[in-house]
Structure formats: structure tokens, C-alpha cells
């Protein structure tokens, strides 16, 4: 089987198992980040994560948790197979030469991982934007204002087009690079030490924890920007005229920089979980093709060198 195409399955099956597993927790994070500033005497909309969950379970059910996550399920294939190749193609830029025997430094590896960030953008802000308009639709008693993905597409190019759409792009971008080049530095690392650099096959817990601590470390940079993009993907048209240099600046005024983290604790919950299912089902989906094609199976490069 051709290495591009097992590239693109493998990655998007790995993507759709980060999605089932972690989109419950995202709406959560979604719905805090947004949440309306609470008036003098006023309680918040939710005290924290756990009341948010309950409040979500207890008005909409379980199905409320999964809200909007028809787009991101649509784009995971691409958008997971592009930021590996993108990563692999970072490495071959910011790496060693072929001929050389140096190995990847950390600082390499980071650097080829944040120009994979730059590969996403243009797949993940539409469906970020159309993610957190669905999300942030909650109960019943507030009147509906999309009745799905398509129809989110449809009102929002009516509205701007495809400025409208595309809307926090910017913001996306200065979110995924960072937190891109953390996610997979993270990885490799814990790769290196659980293989003892790439002298056998990792095990499935030595997967589980590299992925997994890869996507708390890509939180934990992504935060802060991202908090910025789900404000302004979610504003009515005109609020931020300055794009997120606005919503930045009103963040800080009327909330103060811990206002960056707010849905910090459903996105570490979410991380590790997520992260763990997708490296795991990447894995599995790479060992079934290579059962499938025996003749064709060669170790799938993830775009990660494994030596040191």
C-alpha cells in the first residue's frame, strides 16, 4: 500500500478516536470559555466543570455533550494526515541532511512540529468556528439559531461569506503552531526513553503514555490562544473590529489573565484520554493494513525518527 495513503487512514482513523473519546469534555471547555460575564449579584452560568456537566446532562442529555461534532469528525482525516506529513516535511527543512549522521535535537523536532500547525489552519478554523457555534446552543429554552453543521455554513456566508467563515483563523494559527511543536517534541521524548530510542516497537502502554502526555503538553501551551479564538468565532458580527488583538485586550480588562485558562481543568481531562486514543488507534489501524497487505507492510513512519 502506498506509504501517503496508509499516512492518511491510519491518521484519520487515530483523529476519529480523539473525537469520540474527547468531544464531550471540548463542548464542556467551549461553554466555560464562553459563558456571559455574570452582572453585579448574579450567580455564573456554571461554577466549574462538573457543574457545567451536570447542568448539560440534566437539560439536554447525554447527546448535549456531543453537540457540533459533525464538523470536526468530517475534517480529523485530513486534518490529522496533513499535520503528520506536515511535520515530516518540517523535519527535512529544520533537521539534519539525509546524508549526514547527526541526529534530530529536541529543539528540531519542536521546530518541525510547529511548522505542521501551519498545515492545519486552513482545514481547522471553519470547523473550530462551526464547532463552537453549535456548542455554545444550550437547552431548550433558548431559541436555536443553527440546526447543524450545513446550516452554520449557509448563515455564516450569507452573513460575510467566506471572511465569515474563516473568521479566528489567525487566532487557530497562533494556537497551533506553539502547541504543535510542544506536541510533538513531548512525543518524541517519551518515545525515545520507553524504545530506548527507537531499538524496539513501543508497547501499547508506552503509546497510551506518549500520546497522552503529548496532548496535556499541547494544552498547556494552546491554552491561552485558543480561549481568544473560541471568543471571537463565537461573537456576533462586529463586536472585536481588531480581530483578537480586541478580544484580548477586553479579556484582560474585565477579567484578568486568569481568564486565559478558563476551561483549563475539561481540557486536561480531555488530553490525555484523547491523545492516548488517537496514537492507540493509529497503531491499531496500522498493524490491520499491514494484515491486510503483507506483502506491501513496512513500518509506517509517522513522520517521527526514532533515533537519537
Known amino acids: 500500500m502506498n506509504s501517503a495513503l496508509e499516512y492518511f487512514i491510519c491518521g484519520g482513523f ?5 473525537v469520540v473519546v474527547g468531544h464531550p469534555l471540548d463542548t464542556i471547555k467551549v461553554r466555560l470559555q464562553t459563558m456571559p460575564i455574570p452582572k453585579a449579584g448574579e450567580q455564573a452560568l456554571y461554577k466549574g466543570t462538573f457543574d457545567c456537566f451536570s447542568k448539560t446532562i440534566r437539560n439536554e442529555g447525554f447527546k448535549g455533550l456531543y453537540k457540533g461534532m459533525g464538523a470536526p469528525l468530517v475534517g480529523v482525516a485530513p486534518i490529522f ?35 505542521s ?13 462551526i464547532k ?74 508506552g503509546t497510551v503514555c506518549a500520546g ?6 499541547n494544552w498547556l501551551i494552546g491554552m491561552p490562544p485558543d480561549v481568544l479564538k473560541s471568543r471571537l468565532q463565537t461573537a456576533p458580527e462586529g463586536t472585536y473590529p481588531n480581530g483578537i488583538r480586541d478580544v484580548f485586550k477586553v479579556l484582560i480588562k474585565t477579567e484578568g489573565v486568569g481568564a486565559l485558562y478558563k476551561g483549563l481543568t475539561p481540557v486536561l481531562l480531555r488530553a490525555f484520554p484523547a491523545n492516548a486514543a488517537c496514537f492507540v488507534g493509529f497503531e491499531m489501524c496500522r498493524r490491520f493494513l499491514h494484515y491486510l497487505f503483507p506483502k506491501d507492510s513496512q513500518p509506517l513512519s509517522t513522520g517521527v525518527d526514532t533515533t537519537k
Open 132 to 205: 463552537c457555534l453549535l456548542q455554545i446552543q444550550q437547552g431548550s429554552k433558548t431559541p436555536k439559531l443553527y440546526d447543524g453543521p450545513v446550516d452554520v455554513v449557509k448563515k455564516l456566508y450569507k452573513q460575510g461569506g467566506l471572511k465569515s467563515i474563516y473568521r479566528g483563523s489567525a487566532a487557530t494559527l497562533l494556537r497551533d503552531v506553539p502547541a504543535s511543536g510542544m506536541y510533538f517534541l513531548t512525543y518524541e521524548a517519551i518515545k525515545d526513553y520507553a524504545t530506548d530510542y527507537g531499538k524496539h516497537e513501543p508497547s501499547i502502554l
Open 117 to 129: 500547525g501551519i498545515f492545519t489552519t486552513l482545514i481547522m478554523a471553519p470547523g473550530e468556528r
Open 81 to 115: 494526515a496533513i499535520s503528520f506529513m506536515g511535520y515530516g516535511v518540517g523535519k527535512k527543512i529544520f533537521g539534519p541532511s539525509s546524508d549526514s549522521n547527526e541526529n534530530f535535537t529536541y529543539t528540531q523536532y519542536f521546530t518541525a512540529g510547529a511548522f
Open 212 to 217: 497522552g502526555s503529548a496532548g496535556i503538553a
Open 14 to 18: 487515530g483523529g476519529i478516536c480523539t
